[in-house]
């Protein structure tokens, strides 16, 4: 449970009913000082709550600092963030190593760990885990934004409802600040709409739905990167499919560039105030595993979240017998507007950790 | 440019224009025949020359082992497999050092390496480097299927032609003997028709085409992987992206799941033959970073190769003047037929280390 | 900081003056129950306070376990350890960024840090920061021992007092029980008196004193390791001079080694009780950098404490003048006799780990 | 088998009688000259035949550069290595299989292993893989240097024959010359002379001998390493164990420091020309796992080559008999005049790749 990076390495801890969940985060350079307040407006964004849109939400749990930190600045040695987990109903989960969820880890998990598998929440697997990488990624995030690299993302679509596409060779600061800033990370306030309307039929239905992020970083020098696996696709690709539900990543144009022509999706080197850029950016910021320098963008899609209020069929495996189950408690109907901050999190950790260790190999 | 697994590693070196390409293959079990014959037969399948359907095409290099092997048999020891490379029109490329090639690795990897970079055939960042992967995964490839576990892969789409899909709950090794057997990586015939119809009809436009691979690991046991980084598609997705040309990797439904609901996308835990299989697996055998035993299904999108014969812009970096340029010399229209092999390899790369380190942890 | 095993993983935080130390331990089995109180007892050793031989010890820290545990049982997530620091009076230390201790890490840090490194209480580079070693090494003793492998260790020499040795060949688990049990870690009694006495010359001088520490581990299988840098003395050694203090590591006859002719060196195969062995073994139980059964034997030397309550010299870096210092406070005249336990405990962590993942390559 | 730095990866191959031995070096930074001349003069010192003093030495294989260079100019891509092995009598090695050598891998190989371990030459445990070894530090030798570091290594000690130790506050570059330019590695010709007639009467003792080598390195900056696991010496340490045959490693005063006291050990703070210095140097350079910018020094003892013409006991593996065996051929009485350069070498790759990646973390 490690984001390994070459200079940065974020050892996550915790399960979901566990005493706390946190991460230590060791190679971060000393002399830098944590905005706490940003840092909490930034996982306030991860926070539950988001029922409508622009509604208040809950703040979101903030982590303790046990280390690395004299007062807000890092001294260079490892930070240790943690948050408690407050009480929880455990019990209610006994029943799952028996008869595992659909689309859960549950099974899996119990083949792997055995009887001693924390199955409570979702042990290790629950999405609460991504609070730590939530704290992480916001110091990073700030670290990146004193070096002059900027990250936003925002929901780019949910079911059948779509938000418009960041324009890949010219996206902004200002237009991070404002998705951020909104109640609904959105860039057409109209497509939030439809989005929360998705998201509201599927809480009616019992059922849930999935989606996909879309996200950008400016700022990037040109040339980070290498070849084969030392390629930044490899990096920022081994990082988002590590957040629970995502199914799908791709850069620049991704899937689509499969259906276009090579004179189409080339883009032309051209000089913009004295400064080698490409007109057009199918490449998504990245040609040959490296930087070009334009804007990065990635999309991730992730799934409907499997916990549904719906009767489903499962195995008993105690009694070797088919049956059929359902699951009970609150359950976001969709994981994505939740997931934004998420997928700004873990490229920031990806892109701080290539800019530390960037330079000439 | 590693394939850094947990127990394997696979040390790519060489490029395009360099005296030779090749790997050293760490941590393989010893004791292990290498079939010479199925692996020339393997590498043979990436070998260019594919002009239509079902030609003769050329051979591949063999490469020389150097170490690692005695008669054939795996000692232990590190493998070192090398592929000479021939003569080369290597003076064509220096032009691109003043004019960078769009799309291509030429102008970040100048900023990266400096005026040293080799240049010539695209250095460390030529397709070719693809040879010593699949050296590298055609063992791993014979290593999986003694240990039961399958790999087969088709191209899915060209352009606008596709073939059709696995049955991601029923694909089976002779569907995988089949593909691999044909004169053209296919599940349909008719669909390799149409797709080298797309390739034929860029070529004639001067232009290249992208596509898609599709990929299914059959065999393979239940509990492999972790939560969060441990997850195995994000072992899957770094290696996959380490293919030159990949722009996106999906697993299971992928993309799609964004648009679906999690009613329609759970798949119900089931007996059969006595063993818990999913009824349907839209999950691609992976649920919660680790494998349910049920088929890996997952799908890599291509760009179009950028050298097309076409007039296009770029920059000169000398004189600072924006300027045309023309590529000459052969290139292939479209990778993807190539790159199903390659596929394979670094799938084959990825599951082997997963399956010998895959023991409890 | 960060012991990185092949499948163990044990990333320490913390500062001597920070809210908290403590370690998160990743890559452990599922299902491992953990003797709390054995643990304590393990911890206790290392704790302050013997400053008569046989008196009664400081209890350790305990830890705080805030993941990884259910009941005390692994569930195979990471286990995080935490232990709260207590009140300590950190205004004493600002003094050493203008004058640095002498043999301290004052000066290097604040090179490597800058302003911002936690002087206070020497920061990471603190012992106190072994104490989360021996809660993660406290645990793998655990494991070891039950799969049959036990680790005892104890001082060899502090000055010129010095203890008997282990019998390379013959050293047993009793042998290890008598030493923990003890109020003073020797095999021979009259050994702890000379080198108490050692210690309190020392004390009295207002100075401190350097050490050995031997280490034996048995019931290793043989075969673990491997050529170059996969030789478990690499690891081995790796762990020891990780461990504050430390100057200098040597397996089996070590430096004696030096002054030997191979005709007295090697160590003759011979079977017994059906089983190969070595009829000595000046080899320490690694040969080619593989265990060979055989008892596993190192000793690592640690130098004199550099806080001494005597004048010394160094520099003021504000004023650019050499001067005269002297450290107030309480210190150990001797780290040796609570080294023990964590030249144990990082030997526990190496050896588990080469178990976990020592299966053919 | 594989160096793994931080920015520097050496993945060594091969065995003693396979087609080659090798190595790849990744993590070189572009543009950097490579000296033929001065790596065959590197090379050549560890060439076999130093029979009497200030003889003439044969030639060191010269390695082929597969990759990485463009006209001796490092590219930026993986630099290979490849070293073709002579003919050898591989038969003779058979034998070992069911009466292996005393103190030789043969037995702990073939646990590891099993049948299909290479014995030939003994494999890849040979000392002949120093040679890849030697190829990679003289390489990094040359980038030290022009960084401005400079190391160099001589005989400290063959059995009772001692050389005096580099004055650790004093070493200069002129002093590592004149050592590398002498015919035998010491700083005094009288002790070559009695180290050579040490190594001598072992030989017509049909015997061998151990030794200890000493290696300095000058130019090195302050703050380099850091705490716990990341100091130096546990960098140093792990990539000295390494190399076949040690079996101790010591840094500054080492194990002597255990008999110190701190008022002795300690190093005063001392300016020297406007530089903070120390006054002497017991540290060896290294405090709290950090450089101080004065000499490093550091010490490894070798234990005496097994291979001695005199009858040995060992066991038949195959009869389960106990019985007398003696090996014939050639070997060195003593390995410690060719480790010497091979000690240069992997301390020059641990602090290139240290210097590398050693800007504030």
């Keep these: 449970m490690r984001f390994q990076g ?3 390495t974020v050892q996550v801890f915790g399960q979901s009913h566990a005493a706390a969940i946190g991460a230590v985060i060791d190679g971060l350079p000393a002399g830098m000082n ?6 909490q407006a930034f996982l306030n964004r991860r926070a539950p709550g988001q029922g409508a849109y622009a509604t208040a939400r809950k703040e979101a749990d903030m982590p303790e600092f046990l280390s690395g930190l004299v007062e807000d600045v890092t001294c260079g040695a490892p930070v240790c963030a943690v948050i408690r987990n407050g009480d929880a109903r455990s019990s209610d989960y006994e029943q ?3 008869v595992p969820r659909p689309s859960h880890a549950d099974w899996p998990a ?6 001693h598998y924390d199955i409570r929440g979702g042990g290790p697997f629950s999405g609460r885990l991504t609070a730590p990488l939530c704290v992480a990624g916001g110091i990073a995030l700030q670290m990146l934004k004193a070096r002059g690299v900027r990250i936003g993302a925002h929901i780019a679509s949910v079911g059948h409802a779509a938000d418009e596409a960041f324009d890949p060779a010219g996206v902004s600061a200002a237009e991070f600040d404002r998705i951020a800033g909104n109640g609904f990370p959105t860039l057409r306030r109209e497509a ?4 929360l309307a998705e998201i509201e039929a599927a809480r009616q239905d019992g059922d849930s739905v999935g989606g996909t992020v879309e996200c950008a970083a400016i700022g990037l020098p040109a040339g980070l990167g290498g070849p084969l696996f ?4 490899s990096a920022l690709a081994s990082a988002l499919f590590a957040i629970p539900a995502v ?11 499969a259906a276009m022509r090579g004179s189409a999706h080339n883009d032309p080197w051209v000089f913009r105030e004295g400064r080698v850029k490409t007109e057009t950016n199918h490449a998504g910021g990245i040609v040959g595993g490296m930087t070009t320098g334009m804007p990065l963008i990635l999309r991730a899609a992730f799934k409907p979240t499997p916990s549904i209020r719906r009767q489903q069929r499962s195995v008993n495996l105690a009694t070797g017998d088919e049956t059929d189950m359902i699951i009970h408690g609150r359950h976001d109907p969709c994981v994505v507007p939740r997931a934004v901050p998420v ?3 873990v490229t920031a950790l990806v892109l701080l950790d290539e800019l530390m260790s960037g330079e000439q190999p």
């Design 96 to 98: 799952f190593r028996q």
């Design 34 to 39: 944590i905005d706490r307040e940003a840092l």
């Design 6 to 8: 070459k200079k940065l």
């Design 110 to 115: 119990t083949v792997r760990y055995g009887a």
């Design 230 to 233: 030392e390629g930044l696709e």
């Design 343 to 345: 997928v700004e999190a």
């Design 192 to 195: 939030g709409e439809a989005i």
């Design 247 to 257: 199914r799908g990543v791709e850069v620049g144009t991704g899937f689509a560039a």
